[in-house]
């Protein structure tokens, strides 16, 4: 499933959503500058859950062992990797952000970042293989919105074998069967132990971020908290005028 829009109008603009996007292209454009060095930049940049418990256990109060835990949330292994992500957060996250305001919005994905560092870092403390991606954050935003925008329709591309249809699904569905899919991966990934010291997707950052939205949205109150008006509503509302 693939999503491609959703039903609800953002009532501000969404200037922090459009800004983290810019920040990741301007990141991605700076990795792929360097070339072949992209790799290392990727390595020192990037978090690696053993050097990070490495470092903290010989000195706790290194700051600079904390950069990769927010760096790391920047960085993409490629342009497919930017594109999907990017794709997710620009669809779901001006929502969010208009629910919560831009401050909050700010604070609310970097904690979701961390949030999902550290699932991850608990979930597979030996791997030495440098986490990167917006995905664990972007996680936390879909986590939100499942609660916020529950019954928001999203236009889905469904392929079936080699056919493709557009269907739309309730948020609380599409969303709800995302993150079942991202745990029932995780747990499967867990089983090979191989796997999870040599490296692959980071499902539990998704899991743990996707957890930490909907528990941090307890605290990030939206400001009103009241019920989006969607366009199919929206149009309704106009012809019974």
Not at 115 to 128: E, K
Request: net charge positive; proline share 4%.
């Amino acid at each position: 499933m693939f999503p491609l829009k959703d039903n609800i109008e953002a009532r501000n603009f969404p200037v922090v959503n459009i800004g983290l996007i810019v920040i990741n292209i301007a990141f991605f454009l700076y990795q792929m500058s360097h070339g072949q060095r992209g790799d290392q930049l990727i390595f020192t940049l990037g978090f690696i859950p053993e050097r990070f418990l490495s470092q903290q256990a010989q000195d706790w109060f290194n700051l600079s062992g904390f950069l990769p835990v927010f760096s790391s949330m920047f960085l993409h292994a490629n342009l497919i990797h930017l594109i999907s992500n990017m794709w997710m957060l620009w669809i779901f996250g001006d929502n969010v952000e208009d629910c919560m305001g831009h401050g909050r919005y700010l604070l609310f994905f970097l904690l979701c970042g961390v949030a999902s560092v550290l699932a991850q870092t608990i979930a597979n403390p030996q791997s030495v293989i440098p986490m990167i991606g917006a995905s664990g954050a972007i996680s936390g935003v879909l986590g939100a919105y499942f609660l916020t925008y529950p019954h928001a329709r999203i236009l889905t591309l469904l392929p079936i074998f080699i056919l493709f249809y557009l269907i739309e699904l309730p948020a609380y569905f599409f969303l709800g069967l995302w993150f079942i899919l991202q745990f029932v991966q995780g747990s499967l990934y867990s089983l090979n132990s191989e796997q999870m010291i040599g490296g692959g997707v980071a499902w539990w950052a998704h899991v743990g971020g996707f957890i930490a939205g909907v528990a941090l949205l307890q605290v990030f109150r939206c400001k009103d908290w009241q019920r989006p008006v969607i366009q199919s509503e929206k149009r309704v509302r106009r012809l019974r005028r």
